[in-house]
């Protein structure tokens, strides 16, 4: 079984500061990771995708994740926060033997000016 | 449409009423999910299709939801005798899920889901 853990529901950072979101998965088989970021009213919307290859990947808005085999952590950043950022993030695992998405918690990301 | 598309965006029922709510997938996507979205709760997964049949139904939390697929495309999500626990967002994503590589290679593509409130 796989599941996601996303350290901190809430995360605030000030306009311009480094943004660090936490994720920690579990899987019995090498994982394909991705983050989600939810505006509000909004559906999901896709950031980033690790499959295979290299490990740290660039997404969408300046936002970039590493994944970390040995720490099984998938961890996302941006080296400047804007106030557009604003959000919920979500983590999400897909392991091989199957077509289901397991989401973590979800961390809600403010930004002050 | 060029993404998916849910219908309606906003639905407030008495409790002990059926509602169904609608997904549209992206065009060519075989692989057609279910989430629900609770305050406190995060993205729940409800339900799996690919194509016609749902392989994965261990989602579904009570007998009193079912849903189906027609055609390959249009999903409707049905529940019966509606609680307040039921209320939350429900989210469609669509996807080229297939067999094989493909399916875990491809990301989900969301709609702007269903709120339901049952009064």
């Known amino acids: 079984a796989q599941s996601v853990t996303q350290l901190g529901s809430h995360v605030s950072v000030s306009e311009g500061a480094l943004v660090l979101l936490r994720c920690n998965y579990s899987?019995?088989?090498?994982?394909?990771l991705f983050w989600y970021v939810q505006y509000p009213n909004q559906g999901l919307q896709l950031l980033l995708k690790?499959?295979?290859?290299?490990?740290l990947v660039k997404g969408i808005n300046g936002f970039e994740a590493e994944f970390k085999k040995s720490e099984t952590s998938f961890h996302l950043t941006k080296p400047s926060a804007h106030m557009s950022d604003a959000a919920e993030y979500f983590c999400?695992?897909?392991?091989?033997?199957?077509?289901?998405?397991?989401f973590g918690g979800g961390t809600r990301l403010m930004v002050k000016p | 449409g060029a993404g998916v598309s849910q219908s309606p965006s906003n639905k407030v029922t008495e409790k002990g009423k059926d509602v169904e709510l609608r997904c549209d997938p992206i065009?060519?996507?075989?692989?057609l999910y279910w989430y629900r979205q609770s305050l406190g709760q995060g993205l729940e997964f409800l339900i799996y299709?690919?194509?016609?049949?749902?392989?994965?139904k261990s989602g579904l939390p009570s007998d009193r939801f079912s849903a189906e697929r027609t055609g390959g495309s249009v999903s409707t999500l049905t529940i019966q005798r509606t609680q307040q626990e039921d209320s939350a967002v429900y989210l469609c994503?669509?996807?080229?899920?297939?067999?094989?590589?493909?399916?875990?290679?491809?990301?989900?593509?969301f709609g702007n889901g269903t709120r339901l409130t049952v009064t």
């Open positions: 299709f690919q194509g016609n049949s749902a392989p994965d």
């Open positions: 065009s060519g996507h075989t692989a």
């Open positions: 899987s019995s088989v090498p994982p394909y």
């Open positions: 994503a669509s996807s080229l899920g297939d067999r094989g590589w493909r399916s875990y290679n491809s990301p989900l593509h």
């Open positions: 999400a695992v897909k392991d091989g033997a199957g077509n289901m998405l397991t």
């Open positions: 690790y499959t295979t290859g290299a490990t």
